[in-house]
C-alpha cells in the first residue's frame, strides 16, 4: 500500500458547534498535497493549497494594476514594505502580495486551515521558480493575529521598522451570501470549516488592532457594498473591483517604509 491510500492519512474530525450541519471531514495527504475533504466525498469540494494557482497567477498578471497593489503599495520608487496578513485562509492574497515583491507574514487562526496553508508554503518552497522565490519572502503563522497585533502595539516603538508591519491586510469571511448555490464549493466548505458569515464586532476589533499596530497604512477586503467596518476613521481611499472593494487607511503621522537594510 503507498501513502497515498494510507488509511493512516485520513481521519474524521467531529462537527463544529457553530456549524447545524454535520461535517465529517478527513484529512487525505494526495498527490497534491495535504487535502481537506468532506467525508461524503470530492463531489461536495475539497480544500488543498496551491500558492502557485491559476487564481494567483492572474492576480500577479494585474501588477500594480490590481485592487491589492492600488492599496498596499507604494509607489515603484520605493522599497516594498512588510506586510501582515492577519487573514490568511487559503494564503492567495499573501501570495499575491509576496509576488508582487512585499515580504508577507500570514496569519492564519483555524488550526486545520493553518495546516493546509503551511503545507502548501512548503510545497512552494520547494519550486525553483517565480512561485518558489516569492514563498522565500512568505512567513506563515499559525496563530490568532489579534494577539500579536496587540503586543507589537504594546511593545514596539512606532518607528520600529524591523518589528511593526509597515502594512496590514484584513479580508474578513463575507456575509452569508444571497444565492448560495452560486458559491463555490470550495468556498462553502471553507465557511463549513472556520465558521458561517460576518462577525463584525470580531472584525471592528480587529481592524482597531491593526490601525494600532501598523506604522503606514491598513487595507480591508469588502464586498462591494458591504458597509465599512468602522465609522471612524474614514477609509483615505477605496479601490473597486466588479464584486470587491479594499478600503485603505491610514495610520496617521506615520511615514512610508524605509529601506530594510
Ligand atoms: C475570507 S478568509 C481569507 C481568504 C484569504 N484572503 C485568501 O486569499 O485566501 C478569512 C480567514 O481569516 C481567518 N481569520 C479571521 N480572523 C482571524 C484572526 N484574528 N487571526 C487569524 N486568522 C483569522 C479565518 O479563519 C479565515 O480563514
Not at 55 to 78: F, I, N, W, Y
Not at 136 to 146: F, K, N, Q
Request: charged residues 30%.
Amino acid at each position: 500500500m503507498n501513502i497515498h491510500e494510507s488509511p493512516l492519512t485520513s481521519f474524521e474530525l467531529s462537527p463544529p458547534r457553530w456549524s447545524g450541519d454535520a461535517l465529517s471531514l478527513r484529512f487525505e495527504m494526495r498527490e497534491q498535497g495535504l487535502t481537506a475533504v468532506p467525508a461524503a466525498g470530492d463531489a461536495f469540494g475539497a480544500i488543498t493549497v496551491d500558492l502557485g494557482s491559476a487564481s494567483v497567477e492572474r492576480r500577479v498578471a494585474q501588477g500594480r494594476g490590481g485592487l491589492l497593489a492600488k492599496a498596499l503599495l507604494p509607489s515603484a520608487d520605493q522599497p516594498m514594505p512588510l506586510v501582515w496578513d492577519v487573514t490568511a485562509g487559503l494564503g492567495r492574497d499573501a501570495m499575491t502580495l509576496a509576488r508582487l515583491g512585499c515580504e508577507v507574514v500570514a496569519f492564519e487562526r483555524h488550526p486545520f486551515l493553518g495546516l493546509l496553508l503551511l503545507d502548501g508554503h512548503r510545497r512552494a518552497l520547494l519550486r525553483d521558480d517565480a512561485t518558489g522565490e516569492a514563498a522565500r519572502r512568505l512567513t506563515v503563522r499559525i496563530e490568532d493575529a489579534s494577539d500579536a497585533l496587540s503586543r507589537v502595539a504594546q511593545e514596539t516603538p512606532v518607528d520600529d521598522q524591523a518589528r511593526r508591519p509597515d502594512a496590514i491586510l484584513i479580508d474578513p469571511m463575507f456575509p452569508e451570501g444571497k444565492n448560495k448555490a452560486a458559491v463555490k464549493k470550495e468556498a462553502v466548505l471553507l465557511r463549513m470549516l472556520v465558521g458561517e458569515g460576518a462577525r463584525p464586532h470580531e472584525d471592528e476589533a480587529l481592524l482597531k488592532a491593526a490601525l494600532e499596530a501598523a506604522r503606514w497604512r491598513v487595507a480591508v477586503k469588502r464586498p462591494l457594498k458591504a458597509p465599512k467596518i468602522l465609522d471612524t476613521p474614514p477609509p483615505q481611499a477605496t479601490f473597486k473591483g466588479k464584486s470587491v472593494r479594499v478600503d485603505r487607511y491610514a495610520c496617521q503621522g506615520r511615514s512610508i517604509p524605509n529601506s530594510r537594510s
